[in-house]
T-cell receptor, first 113, second 111 residues
Framework: ELKVEQNPLFLSMQEGKNYTIYCNYSTTSDRLYWYRQDPGKSLESLFVLLSNGAVKQEGRLMASLDTKARLSTLHITAAVHDLSATYFCAVDISSGSARQLTFGSGTQLTVLP | KAGVTQTPRYLIKTRGQQVTLSCSPISGHRSVSWYQQTPGQGLQFLFEYFSETQRNKGNFPGRFSGRQFSNSRSEMNVSTLELGDSALYLC??????????FGPGTRLTVL
């Protein structure tokens, strides 16, 4: 059974600081997604990482994927309050005939002024 | 381009009742997946449909079922509701094996 572990689960950080969220998974996959969820809202797609070494950046967020280490990171640069949300990684273990994402537990990020 | 829509947005039912939730995918998307989100278990995969066929099913009891219509709209049904079925039910659509786009969810409360 695929296990997807995110850490930390809770993160409070000061505005302007940098931090990294980690997503470890237990089986082979070369496709991983990052989503953001605001309280009471649905999931918003942030990044899709499709191969080993993939790096994507959008604003203050940068995601990377190391398929050999089975690790993805979401790096936050110079955090601002608007980034406060819960962030999920999702590992895609879809096969040729079956689609399935397995989500991590989420990291609840609070950016403090 | 319109996003994924789900109806109803909120629902209150009592134990033993059944419920049907609806999901309209983004136009052109043929894959629809359903997830259950609870504070204790997080986001759990229920099932996925593609071109009216269930391609995959998560580890949920048979009380949870779904279907997809020829226009790619999907419904999920939960029979004999239990208190533990209270959750946010999320639908996601995609073209196929690519990024899933999520709807706003249906918040189900079972009393």
């Amino acid at each position: 059974e695929l296990k997807v572990e995110q850490n930390p689960l809770f993160l409070s950080m000061q505005e302007g600081k940098n931090y990294t969220i980690y997503c470890n998974y237990s089986t082979t996959s070369d496709r991983l997604y990052w989503y953001r969820q605001d309280p009471g809202k649905s999931l918003e797609s942030l990044f899709v990482l499709l191969s080993n070494g993939a790096v994507k950046q959008e604003g203050r967020l940068m995601a990377s994927l190391d398929t050999k280490a089975r690790l993805s990171t979401l790096h936050i640069t110079a955090a601002v309050h608007d980034l406060s949300a819960t962030y999920f990684c999702a590992v895609d273990i879809s096969s040729g005939s079956a689609r399935q994402l397995t989500f991590g537990s989420g990291t609840q990020l609070t950016v403090l002024p | 381009k319109a996003g994924v829509t789900q109806t109803p947005r909120y629902l209150i039912k009592t134990r033993g009742q059944q419920v049907t939730l609806s999901c309209s995918p983004i136009s052109g998307h043929r894959s629809v997946s359903w997830y259950q989100q609870t504070p204790g278990q997080g986001l759990q995969f229920l099932f996925e449909y593609f071109s009216e066929t269930q391609r995959n099913k998560g580890n949920f009891p048979g009380r949870f079922s779904g279907r997809q219509f020829s226009n790619s709209r999907s419904e999920m049904n939960v029979s004999t509701l239990e208190l533990g079925d209270s959750a946010l039910y999320l639908c996601a659509s995609s073209l196929d094996f690519d990024t899933q786009y999520f709807g706003p969810g249906t918040r189900l409360t079972v009393l």
